[in-house]
């Protein structure tokens, strides 16, 4: 059958992968994988429902990719992920021209899905009732969309937390984990055909096991990665912050390839507005997060996230969030403004802060978070670093990462003086020269 599918992947890191999943089923029923949307027989969006911004992304394009196929461009439309999941029966009257649906739990139905459009028949809706209960193991691990010599394993699904604002639960179900020997197995794949770094992410990466009833946990699961043979590096992405335990920092002190970053989004900082939040358990331990673990771990890297504007989040709280990131200077921050949440506890929340104000403690809150990324850039000069050489430009520079940035998050290193054999995926030893917010310069000295 002569038939392509061309990707739209929306979203998370963790949308991506289920887009690589539905990839490696297309590959292995002997179903062409476009290069571009704009040059398949068909287009899959994988949507992203978390916030009224992704949701208006995600309409955004499934009406260009019907538009598409009215305009005689290609022959089908499917849609797939977290909007479907969420909205179900409401995708199919608010998107009439998309030819078939899929949620979450159906990522392995896509082949016969494609299949069936292809021979002139309707997909339709294809989701089952309550709350998704698989996890998937990928048919091909090294079949990546991330275009570089990086990727992102997940290793669970789903979330057992039930924070407030978080419609995720209800999107993707309850923490699942995939089993360590199946992740071992993909993540040493990865490494043998060149992959040099592995993102681990789950909705709670330390949450990883505990839903098992065994013995098996994520300090567990990150030190059998750290024994995989290779040149290699990897990280732990998105963390409760009381998840985290005196074994893994011991594990992040030990290890030859787990990277001294951690990924904590804190959400704020007033005990208040956590118990509010429905994060009780996370108010001893944000409380001298950074300086904790610091002392612990020399040298870590550390990333949270901040939201403002929470229902009942007063001047006062606000204030004490301000105190608290200028204490806790973290590596990288990232700010969001509250969103309401149809189906949420804190949708129908009174004391929502006007929207003037929130717009403007999101301002403040970067420009304090810009200073010290400025004050750190500057103390980050004349240090030495490994660094991964993602690509090549036309200076003959290389954009590059370092063990402190993740992925589309925090920025990247262009390197100068880097040697005409090197390759993509090289590691070379590099001193830093300068930067501008979270990118930053640094000069390969072999």
């Known amino acids: 059958m002569s038939v392509s599918v061309g990707f739209i992947s929306l979203g998370c890191s963790k949308n991506l992968v289920d887009s690589q999943i539905m990839a490696g089923y297309l590959k292995s029923d002997k179903i062409a994988l476009a290069p571009t949307p704009e040059s398949a027989d068909m287009i899959l969006v994988n949507t992203c429902a978390f916030i009224e911004a992704a949701r208006e992304e995600t309409a955004e394009a499934i009406l260009s990719a019907c538009e598409h196929k009215k305009n005689g461009c290609c022959r089908a439309v499917i849609v797939t992920g977290c909007m479907v999941q969420r909205y179900r029966e409401q995708m199919l009257e608010a998107f009439p021209d998309v030819d078939a649906f899929l949620g979450v739990d159906e990522l392995d139905q896509i082949a016969a899905t494609v299949r069936k459009l292809a021979t002139g028949k309707c997909g339709g809706l294809t989701i089952k009732k309550g709350l998704p209960v698989r996890v ?33 639960p209800d999107i993707r179900g309850n923490f699942r984990s995939r089993g360590l020997d199946e992740i071992v197995t993909e993540a040493a794949h990865m490494v043998s055909a060149g992959v040099r770094e592995l993102n681990l992410i789950s909705q709670d990466t330390l949450h990883y096991g505990m839903d098992r009833g065994e013995s098996v946990s994520i300090t567990d699961l990150s030190r059998a990665v750290d ?3 290779g040149e290699f590096w990897f990280r732990l992405l998105y963390g409760h912050p009381a998840g985290l335990t005196e074994e893994m920092l011991e594990v992040m002190n030990q290890s030859h390839h787990l990277c001294r970053y951690l990924d904590l989004p804190v959400q704020h900082s007033h005990p208040d507005i956590l118990h509010a939040m429905n994060r009780g358990k996370a108010v001893a331990a944000t409380a001298g997060l950074a300086e904790r673990l610091r002392q612990a771990v020399p040298g870590v890297v550390l990333r949270t996230t901040c939201m403002v504007g929470f229902p009942s989040e007063s001047d006062e709280h606000f204030n004490h969030l301000l105190e608290y990131v200028a204490e806790s200077k973290f590596d990288h921050l990232g700010v969001f403004a509250f969103s309401p949440e149809e189906g949420t506890p804190a949708f129908a929340m009174d004391g929502v802060p006007d929207e003037d104000v929130v717009a403007d403690r999101c301002e403040r809150l970067m420009e304090l978070q810009r200073a010290i990324v400025e004050d750190k850039t500057r103390r980050l000069v004349g240090q030495t670093d490994k660094a991964l050489l993602l690509c090549p430009n036309a200076d003959g520079e290389w954009l590059a990462r370092l063990p402190r940035q993740a992925p589309e998050v925090d920025g990247e290193t262009v390197v100068t003086g880097v040697r005409p054999s090197a390759h993509k995926g090289d590691f070379v030893k590099v001193m830093i020269t300068g930067g501008k917010g979270y990118d930053l310069t640094a000069r390969a000295t072999h």
């Open 136 to 168: 998937f193991t990928p048919k091909y691990p090294t079949l990546l969309f991330t275009g570089g010599p990086f990727a992102y394993l997940k290793i669970a699904e789903g979330c057992d937390h039930r924070c407030a604002y978080c419609a995720i």
């Open 227 to 229: 024994e995989i043979d």
